[in-house]
């Protein structure tokens, strides 16, 4: 069955402080590997695609790192304005559905 | 970037009516779409999947004479909760895809609270 695992739950920074997020999966045939963003009462917002092991993608402060079991979303110098709800996801073998994470609740204090 | 756009952004109902929430694709023609629903500090929770002109694939425990999924065209997806009750009440968010993209578009969610 496949399976996306997110951690830590929460996470508390100071801003200015780097740290990363862990997204663990399995799935059959990986297909893509998508990080959404999601604000309090908003739609989940699209940050990347990462499609083989080693590829990397950034924008901003966020950089996307993936490997055959998993992806780190790496966050530099964040700012009280990243704070949000980061989820990751996978499509479902065979199908277009995406199998989410739970997602890890972001908090940058200033 | 593809927008998908969703209304209403919120709505309240009184129980045993029904709600429609429309679903639409701004920029580009939606052959796919998928309806969410999420409850708090949870993840999303798939309701339905609707390709156009073609009835809804329901996931298991979604009822489907409940949850009417109508995607006549290829902006356009409603969402009909029939006779609301206050075990509905929750943030229904759609997302849409066509073949090329990378992956589904959300849309700014509904919040819908049942009386």
């Known amino acids: 069955e496949d399976q996306v695992t997110q951690s830590p739950e929460a996470l508390r920074l100071q801003e200015g402080e780097s740290s990363s997020l862990n997204c663990s999966y399995t799935?059959?045939?990986?297909?893509?590997l998508f990080w959404y963003r999601q604000d309090p009462g908003k739609g989940p917002e699209f940050l990347f695609t990462l499609y083989s092991a080693g590829e990397e993608k950034e924008k901003e402060r966020l950089k996307a790192t993936l490997t055959k079991k998993e992806s780190f979303l790496h966050i530099t110098a964040p700012k009280p304005e990243d704070s949000a709800t980061y989820l990751c996801a996978v499509p479902q073998g065979g199908s277009e559905k995406l199998v989410f994470g739970k997602g890890t609740k972001l908090t940058v204090n200033p | 970037g593809a927008v998908v756009s969703q209304h209403p952004s919120w709505v309240i109902c009184k129980s045993g009516t029904s709600v429609k929430i429309e679903c639409r694709s701004l920029d580009f023609q939606a052959t796919t779409m998928f309806w969410y629903r999420q409850f708090p500090k949870q993840s999303l929770m798939l309701m339905a999947t609707s390709n156009e002109g073609s009835k809804a694939t329901y996931e298991q425990g979604v009822e489907k004479d409940k949850f009417l999924i109508n995607h006549a065209s290829l902006t356009l997806s409603t969402l009909t909760v029939t006779s609301a009750h206050p075990e509905d009440s929750s943030f229904y968010i759609c997302?849409?895809?066509?073949?090329?993209?990378?992956?589904?578009?959300f849309g700014p969610g509904t919040r819908l609270t049942v009386l």
């Open positions: 799935v059959s045939g990986l297909r893509g």
């Open positions: 997302s849409a895809r066509t073949p090329g993209m990378d992956t589904q578009y």
